[in-house]
C-alpha cells in the first residue's frame, strides 16, 4: 500500500496543483491531508474542492479550526485573522461542512498509523513536535508504529531510538512530510511524502512551482503584493 501524506496547503493553489502532478504519477493507494488546507493564501475554495472532488480525507488543523468556529480567531495575528476571516465570507456550505467534517485524529488499524494535524496528545491545542526529543516522548504515549503529523512546515522524521538515520522495519517513527503551501525550511518548493508499506520506506519530494501566479491571485482578491508577502514569504 503506497500512502501520500500532504499537509499545510495553506490556500495555495499552484503548489497544490504542481505536487498532485507528482502524486498522480506514482499513483497511491491513499491520500490523506494532514491539515490546514486554508489560512496564509488566496485560494481557499479551490482547494478545498480540489480535495473535495478526489475524495481525499482531510484532517482538522488549527487554521481550519479557526474557520469553521473551532478555534477563535482572535488567537491568530494579522494580516492572516483577517483573511482567516474573509475565507469564512467566501467559502460555501459545502466548503464549510468539509472543513467541519475533519477529525482531529485518525488511526488506520490495518497499517497501524495514527494521523494528527499536531502533537497526537490533546491535538485541539496545537503543540508542535520541535525537536527528536518531542517526538520520542510522544511516541512512549501512543501505541501505533507510526504517526503522521504536519503544523512545524518542516519535514521531518523521527525514530524511537538513537542511531537510526533510515526508516526501516522494526523502528517506531514519527513523520512529517512539510508543507505544500508553505515550507519553513531553507528549501522554499513545496514538500510532500510517500510511505511504501509493501517494503516500509519513506521519501519526501519537493517540487518547484510558479510562485509569481500565488502573488497575482492575491491581486485578484485585492491584497497588495507587501501584504502578500507577510503572507506567504515564498
Not at 499537509?7 to 490546514?36: M, R
Not at 483577517?82 to 467559502?91: D, I, P
Not at 460555501?92 to 467534517?101: F, G, I, K, M, V
Request: aromatic residues 10%.
Amino acid at each position: 500500500m503506497l500512502l501520500a501524506l500532504i499537509s499545510d496547503i495553506h490556500a495555495n493553489l499552484p503548489a497544490l496543483e504542481a505536487c498532485f502532478n507528482q502524486i498522480d504519477e506514482h499513483k497511491p493507494d491513499l491520500i490523506i491531508s494532514l491539515g490546514d488546507v486554508v489560512g496564509y493564501g488566496p485560494k481557499p475554495a479551490e482547494c478545498i474542492d480540489f480535495l473535495r472532488s478526489r475524495g481525499i480525507k482531510n484532517l482538522m488543523g488549527n487554521h481550519d479550526a479557526g474557520v469553521v468556529g473551532k478555534q477563535d480567531l482572535a488567537l491568530f495575528r494579522d494580516p492572516n485573522q483577517s483573511l482567516l476571516k474573509w475565507t469564512t465570507q467566501h467559502l460555501n456550505a459545502e466548503q464549510l461542512a468539509y472543513l467541519d467534517s475533519s477529525e482531529y485524529t485518525s488511526v488506520n488499524e490495518e497499517y497501524d498509523f495514527l494521523c494528527v494535524h499536531a502533537s497526537p496528545i490533546e491535538p485541539e491545542k496545537w503543540r508542535y513536535i520541535q525537536s527528536a526529543i518531542d517526538g520520542r516522548k510522544i511516541l512512549e504515549k501512543i501505541p501505533q508504529k507510526l504517526c503522521f503529523v504536519g503544523h512545524t512546515h518542516v519535514p521531518a522524521i523521527v525514530p524511537d531510538r538513537l542511531g537510526v538515520f533510515s526508516v526501516k522495519p522494526g523502528v517506531r517513527y514519527i513523520i512529517n512530510p512539510g508543507s505544500i503551501g508553505q515550507p519553513r525550511d531553507s528549501d522554499k518548493r513545496a514538500s510532500f511524502g510517500l510511505f511504501n508499506f509493501d517494503d516500509f520506506s519513506y521519501k519526501n519530494y519537493r517540487v518547484d512551482y510558479n510562485k509569481s501566479h500565488v502573488f497575482q491571485q492575491f491581486e485578484e482578491i485585492g491584497i497588495p503584493r507587501d501584504v502578500a508577502k507577510r503572507l506567504m514569504p515564498l
